[in-house]
C-alpha cells in the first residue's frame, strides 16, 4: 500500500500499487505530451527561421549573379558593336584592294599578250634548229645502224666457225667414246663374269684416286663391307668441310658378259640401291653401269631417276669422275645451309628439352594443385559443415533465450489481480490477509506515535 497526501486539504490517503501506477503514469503522460508539443513548437519555429533566412540569402545571391551577368552581356554588346564596326572597315578596304589588284592584273595580262607575241618567233627559230639537230641525228643513227649490222655479220660468221669446230671435237668425243665402249666390249669378251664386275670396280677405284683424290685429300672413299644389314653396295663416298658432312654418295656398279643369256637392266638394281643408300644413311645414290649398251638414253649423258628412287642416278663410267665433281659443286653452295640446319636442330632439340621439362612441371604442378584443391575443398566442406551445426546450436540458443525472455516477462506481468481474477476463494483469502496486514500496520503506526522521529519518518515516507 502507498499513502498520498492531498495538496489542497492535507488529507492522508492509502492506495494500492495497481492504482498507485496509473496516477504515476498519468501524471508522467501529461508531462512528456506537453514537453513535447513546446519542443516541437519550438523546432518548427527555428525551422522556419532557418527556412525564411536560406530563402534571403539564395535571393540575393542570385540578384547578384543576375546584376553580374546583365553587366557581362552589356560587355559583350559593346564588343560585338566594336567588331562589326571593324568588320564593315575590313571589308571596305579589301574592296579597295581587289579593285586595285584587278587593275594590276589586267595590265599583266597585256604585258604577258605582248611577250608572247615576241616568244613566238623566237619558238618559231628554236624548232627549226631542232629540226636540223634531230636530222643530223638521224643520220648519226643511221650509219650507226649499219655499222651494228655489219658487227652482227661479223658474230655470225665468228658463230658459224665455233659451231664448226664444237660439231668436229663432238664428233672426236664421241670417237673416243666409241673406242672407249669397243674396249670395254673386248675387255668384257676377255673375262669372266666375275672379273667383268671387279674389272669396272677397280677402273672407277683408279678414277678417284687419280683424278678426285688430289682435289679432295680428306675424302672418304672406301668400299661397302658392312653386310649386317643383309646386303651392301660397293662404293661409299663422303666429304666434309669444318666438320660438316655435305656429301654422301652410295655406288653400285654393274657390267655383264655380252654373251650372257638373260640380260639385266639398269632398273632391276634400282630398288637395292636405294634401300643400301637410306641403310647407310647416304644422299644420292649412283649406279655406274655398263647394261643395256645399246640404249641411247645411258649412252649420251647422266639419267636421272629421282621419280623412281630420291635422288637417284645412272650414268656409264667415263662420267664417273665428271659426275662426282658435279655433285660436289652443287653441295658445296648448300653447305652453309646444311650448317644452318644443324644448328638449328640442335636449338630445336634445346628447345624441344625446355618444352618436355615445361610440360613435365606442368604435369607435376597440376598433380599438386589437384591434390591440395581436394584437400582444401573437404575443409570448406568440413568449416561449412561446421557452420552449419553451430548455426543450428545458435538458433537453439537464442530460441532458449527467446522462452527465458518470454517466461521473465510473463513473471514480471503476474499479479494478485491476475491470479485472483475469476477466482472469489483465493482472492477471498488475499483479502483476508490485506486487512491482517493493514491491522498490524496501524498497531505500530499507532506505537510510532509517541516518537516524534519516527512520526517524522513515516511523514516523509
Do not use: W
Not at 532557418?50 to 552589356?74: D, I, M, P, R, W
Not at 653396295?233 to 653400285?252: K, P, V
Not at 499479479?415 to 483469502?429: D, E, G, Q
Amino acid at each position: 500500500m502507498k499513502e498520498l497526501k492531498c495538496p489542497k486539504c492535507g488529507n492522508v490517503f492509502q492506495v494500492d500499487e495497481a492504482d498507485y501506477a496509473s496516477i504515476v503514469s498519468q501524471v508522467k503522460n501529461a508531462e512528456f505530451d506537453a514537453e513535447v508539443s513546446r519542443r516541437l513548437s519550438e523546432l518548427h519555429e527555428r525551422h522556419k527561421a532557418e527556412q525564411e533566412l536560406a530563402t534571403a540569402k539564395t535571393e540575393q545571391s542570385f540578384q547578384t549573379q543576375l546584376n553580374q551577368k546583365q553587366l557581362e552581356l552589356g560587355a559583350k554588346d559593346t564588343e560585338i558593336e566594336r567588331l562589326k564596326s571593324q568588320l564593315q572597315s575590313i571589308e571596305a578596304e579589301k574592296k579597295s584592294e581587289l579593285t586595285s589588284a584587278l587593275a594590276r592584273k589586267d595590265q599583266e595580262i597585256a604585258q604577258l599578250n605582248a611577250t608572247i607575241a615576241q616568244n613566238d618567233s623566237k619558238l618559231q627559230l628554236a624548232l627549226m634548229e631542232e629540226r636540223t639537230k634531230a636530222q643530223q641525228t638521224v643520220q648519226q643513227k643511221e650509219s650507226e645502224i649499219s655499222n651494228l649490222r655489219s658487227a652482227v655479220e661479223l658474230e655470225k660468221k665468228e658463230a658459224k666457225i665455233h659451231e664448226a669446230a664444237l660439231i668436229k671435237q663432238h664428233e672426236e668425243q664421241q670417237r673416243m667414246m666409241k673406242e672407249q665402249v669397243d674396249y670395254y666390249k673386248d675387255l668384257k669378251t676377255k673375262m669372266s663374269t666375275k672379273m667383268v664386275g671387279e674389272t669396272l670396280e677397280q677402273h672407277c677405284s683408279i678414277e678417284f684416286e687419280q683424278y678426285i683424290r688430289p682435289m679432295m685429300p680428306d675424302a672418304y672413299f672406301a668400299k661397302d663391307n658392312d653386310a649386317a644389314d643383309g646386303s651392301k653396295g660397293d662404293f661409299i663416298f663422303r666429304d666434309f668441310e669444318d666438320g660438316t658432312e655435305y656429301i654422301s654418295i652410295m655406288f653400285e656398279m654393274k657390267n655383264e658378259m655380252d654373251t650372257t643369256a638373260s640380260k639385266h637392266k639398269n632398273d632391276d638394281f634400282l630398288k637395292k640401291l636405294d634401300e643400301d643408300r637410306r641403310k647407310k644413311g647416304c644422299e644420292f645414290a649412283v649406279l655406274v653401269s655398263l647394261l643395256e649398251a645399246d640404249n641411247d638414253l645411258y649412252n649420251n649423258g647422266i639419267v636421272n631417276k629421282s621419280h623412281l628412287y630420291p635422288k637417284m642416278y645412272v650414268i656409264r663410267p667415263q662420267f664417273f669422275v665428271p659426275f662426282i665433281n658435279l655433285l660436289v659443286q652443287t653441295s658445296k653452295k648448300t653447305l652453309e645451309y646444311k650448317k644452318q640446319l644443324i644448328l638449328a636442330q640442335s636449338k630445336e632439340v634445346d628447345v624441344t628439352n625446355f618444352e618436355n621439362q615445361l610440360e613435365e612441371f606442368k604435369e607435376r604442378f597440376g598433380k599438386n594443385f589437384r591434390l591440395a584443391s581436394e584437400r582444401f575443398r573437404t575443409a570448406i566442406d568440413e568449416i561449412d559443415k561446421t557452420i552449419d551445426h553451430l548455426q543450428k546450436v545458435r538458433k537453439a540458443l537464442v530460441g532458449s533465450e527467446d522462452n527465458l525472455r518470454l517466461a521473465n516477462d510473463k513473471a514480471e506481468a503476474l499479479t494478485i489481480r491476475k491470479l485472483t481474477y475469476k477466482n472469489p476463494t483465493m482472492k477471498a483469502k488475499f483479502e483476508e490477509a490485506r486487512k491482517v496486514s493493514e491491522a498490524i500496520e496501524i498497531e505500530n503506526l499507532s506505537d510510532n506515535a509517541n516518537d516524534p522521529l519516527e512520526a517524522e519518518r513515516v511523514e516523509k515516507e
